[in-house]
């Protein structure tokens, strides 16, 4: 069964610090990797893919993969309290069904003044 | 630029009641569409997806349906509500290359 798992946090930093949100999966064929942003009420917006081992950096937002180990992290460098909200992260496996995407249950991010 | 709409935004609905939700995209074409559920507390679960008109494969067995009439349309039905079919209800479009899915604004559907 392909599963993603994520620290369940709730998790809290002050403005200014790194956030750094963790993800680990089961299936060692899952290939690609997103991270998705939802605020309270709101949709899940993409904030961040990664297709290969190693870090990707955008703005504020680098994602590591390490299919070694099969972990997926997202840090947040200079956090803001615009920041606080559910992080989702997500996994697909090559191939799989029409772009099947396995979702964890999110992390919840606050970021104080 | 790609824009996917949903409505209604909010839904209240007695138990037994019909339901329709529907979802349209702009600026692309033969989208894979895709309809979740995300019910408080819990993970999102996806319910139906499509790779074009009149295909829709179901991923859970339930009293809910979906159809795709045109190809930037997608609709999700029932035919009588049930009290656990509350929840947010979302789209999702990804392109043929199947990488990235989007998300639409989403329904919350509070059925009573």
């Known amino acids: 069964q392909k599963e993603v798992e994520q620290n369940s946090g709730p998790l809290s930093v002050p403005e200014g610090a790194i956030a750094s949100l963790n993800c680990t999966y089961s299936?060692?064929?899952?290939?690609?990797f997103f991270w998705y942003r939802q605020y309270s009420g709101k949709s899940p917006e993409l904030i961040m893919s990664?297709?290969?081992?190693g870090d990707k950096e955008d703005g504020r937002f680098t994602a590591q993969l390490n299919k070694a180990s099969q972990y997926v992290s997202l840090l947040i460098r200079d956090s803001q309290p615009s920041d606080s909200a559910t992080y989702l992260c997500?996994?697909?496996?090559?191939?799989?069904?029409?772009?099947?995407?396995?979702f964890g249950r999110g992390t919840q991010l606050t970021v104080w003044p | 630029s790609q824009t996917i709409h949903q409505w209604p935004a909010t839904l209240v609905q007695p138990v037994g009641s019909p339901l329709s939700l529907e979802c349209t995209v702009e600026?692309?074409?033969?989208?894979?569409l895709y309809w979740y559920r995300q019910a408080a507390g819990r993970g999102l679960q996806l319910l139906f997806y499509?790779?074009?008109?009149?295909?829709i494969s179901s991923e859970v067995p339930q009293n809910l349906s979906a159809s795709r009439p045109q190809d930037r349309q997608f609709i999700l039905s029932s035919k009588k509500l049930l009290l656990s079919d509350s929840g947010f209800y979302l789209c999702?479009?990804?392109?043929?290359?199947?990488?990235?899915?989007?998300f639409g604004p989403g329904t919350r559907l509070t059925v009573l």
């Open positions: 600026g692309t074409s033969n989208p894979n």
């Open positions: 999702a479009w990804a392109g043929t290359n199947y990488n990235e899915q989007f």
């Open positions: 997500a996994g697909r496996v090559e191939g799989s069904t029409l772009g099947r995407l396995y």
């Open positions: 299936d060692r064929g899952s290939q690609s």
């Open positions: 990664i297709y290969s081992n």
């Open positions: 499509s790779v074009g008109i009149g295909q």
